[in-house]
């Protein structure tokens, strides 16, 4: 079966604009997480959603945001870009009857 | 506070060496643990989980992890590291109250030397 796919797989942004990534997750999984990876604080988890509500939120500013569709694919949101949020985005997928995900390969999110 | 403590960031083994990663974690109640591995270029791979029952977990390609409540520990082991072993490994803990929210270690970077 297709793995959790994202898009896209690079960007390159300027500080002060937004972002949208997206996630499609394994079909039939129902709770997708965010996570950021970056070097000096390795994988941060954002939040995760589960039917279209977000059960759980990590520490991060407002400027980020998120929301799951009825299909389960999902989107996150970063408003107002700082350099600091350069990082790779992780999305990972559950089934919700177990707790191990499976993630994607991630966006690669450069702020220039 | 919720943490993850991965003691070895970087470790270099021969072929044939054997592998112990070391894994503690600080998190109220009950837990699940994970240990994932990221191959060069790849994504977030599961080698093994706990949840409970047998605390000798074994995963995909020879990996095994012992989970010691006593020590909170849940170090990964492996008895014959291989070349393809190479990689970045990552512990993860998340609570068995029904949030879904990984807390990782920061990674050890593995390299094994043909």
């Known amino acids: 079966k297709a793995g959790v796919t994202q898009t896209p797989r690079y960007l390159i942004k300027t500080r002060g604009q937004q972002v949208t990534l997206s996630c499609s997750p394994i079909?039939?999984?129902?709770?997708v997480s965010w996570y950021q990876q970056t070097p000096g604080q390795g994988l941060q988890f954002l939040f995760e959603?589960?039917?279209?509500?977000?059960?759980n939120k990590g520490n991060f500013p407002g400027r980020f945001s998120g929301r799951q569709f009825s299909n389960s694919r999902s989107e996150m949101n970063v408003s107002t870009l700082e350099l600091g949020d350069s990082a790779l985005y992780l999305c990972a997928s559950s089934s919700g009857t177990d707790y191990g995900y499976t993630f994607g390969s991630g966006t690669r999110l450069t702020v220039v | 506070a919720q943490s993850v403590s991965q003691h070895n960031h970087h470790v270099i083994l021969s072929e044939a060496a054997s592998l112990e990663l070391g894994c503690n974690y600080s998190?109220?109640?009950?837990?699940?643990l994970f240990w994932y591995v990221q191959y060069p270029g790849q994504h977030l791979q599961l080698l093994l989980k706990y949840f409970s029952g047998d605390p000798l977990v074994k995963g995909i390609k020879g990996f095994e992890a012992e989970f010691i409540k006593s020590k909170f520990s849940f170090n990964l082991r492996k008895p014959s590291v291989q070349w393809s072993d190479t990689a970045e490994y990552f512990c993860?803990?998340?609570?068995?109250?029904?949030?879904?929210?990984?807390?990782f270690g920061t990674g050890t970077r593995l390299k094994v030397l043909a």
């Open positions: 079909s039939g999984h129902r709770s």
């Open positions: 959603y589960f039917s279209e509500t977000q059960r």
């Open positions: 998190y109220g109640g009950t837990v699940n």
């Open positions: 993860a803990v998340t609570s068995t109250s029904g949030t879904y929210k990984y807390i």
